[in-house]
Each structure stands twice: as structure tokens, then as C-alpha cells.
């Protein structure tokens, strides 16, 4: 009568792909702000000086309220850094009631004492901290704010302490890749999951940005890759799915921004539909058709033999070519490191 | 006996689960999911009920198709009463 979930992620997997069948968005990504405390050269957003408007948390939570009428279950808090906003709270206490499983992204850097201890009154079903190095040094010229290493590592503990599930991920950089290991054996002296992210995206305003400088080589990004075994399951998987994307961007998830605009995810900005303006159902039927419109990839990808190792999307596409649909060579390169392992 | 209100019930295609909010969450952090009577059983725990007249309301619904209705009924309230998902009133 009751399924024990002895494997939870093979069981959220089923359900994202039930879900997109029904057309259900099961899954969203409030984007609360795009202000941040520190000043990451390789963020995708990176808007310390001329953030977008931001809704109130009443809007948030009236989206939310709609969302969840139309089959919302898993909810991702990010920003921006989401503890930025002096009224994070007002928002995020409502959605504790209102049955979401819900995943905070942070740097961690503004979790006190006071906030883990309000976090642990209504505790979120995780939270995701983002670790840019494993020594004040390399941590600070990633984040570029002096005093950052000391603070995320005090809101590290603070969660700790409070006892709220946590998890520690790291974007790795050419800045900050040789600390890999000892920011495995960090995470390992505080018992918490470290999982590592180095496909790295261009900012989405367009903007230029310090992504040729931080990224990875393809070289050492695969070579990583081949030593994580989780990443191994992941190439393994990468056919399946849509001709357009292989992931359930606008099928089963889709994000909302700070202003309140809906699309697919967070690095392609469309739609842009509003659903406070035109109403939950009508802007999420936005989305998918607009999924489902999407163009197939360009004939140079569908005639490639690395094309099952490649992780080009309509996102990456935009945000290197402008396109939907031409190569990434970055990821070309990817793809034919990947095959030949 | 009757269910902990912080678990909200909602569903995926045919699927029916039960996601804990507010304090639930420190005892469980993930979500159940419930088959066709365990859901049936979800709504009867609304109001105060004893397994024993749980188990007389699927048997109307139901009749004697069921082997093991009293056996499985008590199996599954067990567990719901462990993971706080039900308490006695």
C-alpha cells in the first residue's frame, strides 16, 4: 500500500518522466534574485550592478500557490544568492506549508547562526551549497570578497549544527581545480555529499564574460568526468530524451526569474511569458509549446558520430552561436574526448 | 487513529504521494508513495477510525476479493504509525 523509496532518485527520475507525459510541471526554479554578495568571474548571472526588478514575496507566493494547484512538487530556491533578500523569509515560510520538496542553492556565506536556526523551524528538504575552493586563497580569488571562505564555512557548520539535510557542490574552474581533492576531504571531515559541476555557460545578459578563463580545458573537464563514477552513468544516458534537448526542460520543469518571466530553464530566456499577468496554465502551455516548437539539432550534430556524447542543447546553442540549433565546438570537442575513452 | 496533516497528498499521472512539510520534514526527507488503496486508506484517516473499521470499509468496497485484508491493513498502518504519518487520538 505504501512504496518505501529505498532508491529516491530513480524514483524522482520516474516521476519527472511520468510527469512529462501528463504535461504535469512537477518541477520548478524560483530565480528569488539576481544579487549577490559575491562576484563569482564565471557566473552565468553575475548582476551586482544593475539587478532586474524583483517580485514581492506575495507574488512568490501566489506563484507558487498556482504552481502547486497545477502539480508542482519539487521547488528549487536559488538566485542570485537567495539569503541576499532581507525578506527571504517571507517567502520561503509560506511554501513550507504548501507541500513542495524544496532544494535551497546558496554559497552559504550568509547563513548565521539566527538563520539556520529559523531554516531548522521549517526545514527545507535540502540545501545546496556551492564551495568555490578549498583554501582561503584560491576560494577568495574565485569569489573575489575577502572574509568569503570564513563565512561559508561558518554557514557550512551552522547548517551542521541545526541539523538541516545538506549537500556541498563545486563549480570547478581553472582557478580552482587543483583543490578537488582536498575539497572532497573537506566535504568528507563534515560528512556531506560533494558533487562537482565544470560545464560552464557563457553569461546569459550576454555580457562579456571571464568563461575563456575559468572554463576547463575539454581535455581535463573528461578526464574528470571518467573519474567520478556518477558522471560515467551520466554519459551513459545522455541519448535519451526529445530531438530538440535531452533533458525535461519544459516538459516536466521549467524556472521562473526574478522579475516573474517563466521559460524553460535558467539559460534560455524564453518564453518570457508571465504567468502573474496571464495565469499559471496559460503561461506553462506557453512553455511547452514552446518546447515543442523547438528546432531539431543542425544536420552537422545529427550526421556527427559523437552526437549520443554530446550535451549541446538549445541553451548552449543560443548562448555561444546565437542559434538554437548550431555546433558549440567547445562541446564538439567534449563529445569526441568522451567517445574515445 | 488519524493522519499527521503536515503530509499533503498529491500526485504524478496515477501515482499518489505523500510529501511531509513543516516539522514532518526533520523526520523524513523525501516522499511516499501509495498505491490505489493505500490512498483510499490516506482519506479514511481524515477522521478518527480504527484499523478494524478501515478494514470493514474496504471489504464494502471491495468485498472478499482481497486475501490478507486484515493482515495487510495492519501491516501498512504500522508503518504509517513509525513514520509519523499517523498518530492516536
Known amino acids: 500500500m505504501s512504496e518505501t523509496a529505498i532508491q529516491y532518485a530513480p524514483l524522482v527520475r520516474a516521476l519527472f518522466n511520468d510527469a512529462a507525459k501528463q504535461g504535469q510541471p512537477v518541477a520548478g526554479t524560483f530565480e528569488l534574485t539576481e544579487s549577490c554578495n559575491l562576484s563569482c568571474g564565471m557566473c552565468y548571472i553575475r548582476n551586482n550592478g544593475n539587478p532586474h526588478p524583483e517580485l514581492k514575496p506575495a507574488s512568490w507566493n501566489q506563484l507558487a500557490q498556482e504552481a502547486g494547484d497545477h502539480g508542482l512538487i519539487f521547488l528549487i530556491l536559488t538566485g542570485g544568492e537567495i539569503f541576499s533578500r532581507n525578506d527571504f523569509f517571507e517567502i520561503y515560510i509560506p511554501l513550507t506549508k504548501m507541500g513542495f520538496i524544496i532544494t535551497l542553492l546558496t554559497n552559504g556565506t550568509l547563513i548565521s547562526e539566527t538563520i539556520a536556526e529559523r531554516l531548522a523551524d521549517n526545514p527545507p528538504n535540502h540545501v545546496e551549497i556551492t564551495l568555490y575552493g578549498a583554501s582561503k586563497r584560491t576560494y577568495e580569488k574565485v569569489t573575489g570578497v575577502p572574509g568569503s571562505f570564513e563565512k561559508c564555512q561558518r554557514g557550512i557548520q551552522a547548517l551542521l549544527n541545526h541539523d538541516i539535510s545538506s549537500g556541498l557542490k563545486t563549480t570547478l574552474t581553472r582557478l580552482n581545480v587543483h583543490e578537488l581533492s582536498a575539497m572532497k576531504k573537506m566535504a568528507n571531515n563534515w560528512g556531506l555529499p560533494l558533487i562537482t559541476g565544470w560545464l560552464l555557460m557563457k553569461r546569459r545578459d550576454g555580457s562579456s564574460s571571464d568563461i575563456d578563463q575559468s572554463r576547463l580545458s575539454s581535455e581535463t573537464g573528461v578526464s574528470l568526468e571518467l573519474a567520478d563514477s556518477r558522471a560515467k552513468n551520466v554519459i551513459g544516458n545522455i541519448t535519451e530524451g526529445i530531438n530538440s534537448h535531452k533533458c525535461l526542460a519544459g516538459r516536466s520543469s521549467f524556472t521562473i526569474g526574478p522579475s516573474g518571466a517563466m521559460n524553460l530553464c535558467s539559460h534560455l530566456p524564453f518564453p518570457g511569458v508571465h504567468p502573474l499577468n496571464i495565469g499559471f496554465k496559460a503561461a506553462w502551455k506557453s512553455v511547452r509549446q514552446y518546447t515543442a516548437d523547438l528546432p531539431p539539432p543542425s544536420s552537422t550534430c545529427l550526421k556527427c558520430e559523437y552526437l549520443d556524447y554530446c550535451p549541446r542543447c538549445p541553451a548552449w546553442s543560443f548562448s555561444e552561436t546565437g542559434t538554437l540549433k548550431a555546433p558549440v565546438p567547445y562541446l564538439c570537442r567534449i563529445a569526441r574526448l568522451r567517445k574515445m575513452q | ?89
Open chain 2, 1 to 89: 487513529m488519524k493522519r499527521n496533516e503536515t503530509f499533503v497528498k498529491k500526485s504524478v499521472g496515477e501515482k499518489t504521494l505523500l510529501i511531509p512539510t513543516g516539522s514532518s520534514v526533520k523526520h523524513m526527507h523525501g516522499l511516499i508513495t501509495l498505491n490505489a488503496t493505500g490512498s483510499l486508506i490516506w482519506e479514511m484517516l481524515a477522521s478518527d477510525i480504527s484499523k478494524e473499521e478501515i478494514v470493514l470499509r474496504l471489504k464494502e468496497i471491495y468485498g472478499d476479493k482481497q486475501k490478507n485484508l486484515v493482515q495487510d491493513v495492519s501491516t501498512f498502518i504500522d508503518q504509517l504509525l513509525q513514520m509519523h504519518l499517523v498518530h492516536d487520538v
